[in-house]
């Protein structure tokens, strides 16, 4: 066998030796954006209306593994939770843990195929002195039974605005 054929058939042998998971998670709304006007330094600004959902045949799971902001925002998150229900809470000024969610909840189990979707309920500061947004959030999750990690990007734009900022579009 050449070593061009072995390293094909070594290349083969590992990719089918991998667990590649069928769960897909979904969000099923639409393109959202929060502006929140005269948002203190490091003060927490929870967000609970953010919808997700598993697209498949309902008996899957999914561990959401991280949130993040795109490169370069100035957003940061600060800790998240899932809830497999609506949760009753949008936009507000209060931690996450003070809003009854527990960080260590991240697993989701809402199949889309429900009426009602899951929750992300993410914690979000401003943490310099100049207004904090992302344009949307990069959630990183993988199968509960294991597999490969994936990306959903939700669009989905937070907008901190620092007190008696004049500048940003909506801040005033």
Same mark, same amino acid.
């Given at each position: 066998?050449? !070593?061009? !054929? ?19 998670? *979904? ?10 006007? =005269?948002?203190? @330094? ?12 598993? $697209?498949?045949?309902? %008996? ?23 809830? =497999?229900?609506?949760?009753?809470? #949008?936009? =507000? ?5 003070? &809003? #009854?969610?527990?960080? $260590? ?11 009602? %979707?899951?929750? @992300?309920?993410?914690? &979000? ?5 100049? /207004?904090?947004?992302? +344009? ?6 993988? &199968? /509960? =039974?294991?597999? %490969? ?9 937070? !907008? @901190?605005?620092?007190?008696? +900022? *004049? ?6």
């Amino acid at each position: 066998m050449t !070593a061009a !054929a072995a390293a094909v058939t070594a290349a083969f042998l590992l990719v089918g030796c991998q667990s590649f998971s069928s769960v897909r998670v *979904e969000y099923p709304g639409t393109v959202v954006g929060s502006v929140i006007p =005269d948002m203190g @330094l490091h003060e927490s600004m929870t967000f609970g209306d953010i919808t997700l959902c598993i $697209d498949g045949s309902g %008996s899957e799971a999914a561990q959401i593994d991280s949130v993040e902001v795109p490169e370069g925002s100035t957003l940061e998150i600060t800790a998240f939770s899932v809830a =497999d229900q609506g949760v009753g809470l #949008g936009n =507000d000024r209060i931690t996450l843990i003070d &809003a #009854g969610f527990d960080p $260590d909840e991240r697993t989701l189990t809402r199949p889309c195929s429900d009426k009602e %979707s899951g929750r @992300l309920i993410v914690e &979000a500061s401003r943490s310099t002195n100049e /207004t904090a947004s992302a +344009d949307e959030l990069i959630v990183h999750y993988s &199968a /509960t =039974d294991g597999g %490969s990690e994936r990306t959903l990007r939700i669009p989905y734009a937070i !907008a @901190l605005c620092a007190p008696g +900022d *004049e500048q940003t579009e909506h801040c005033t």
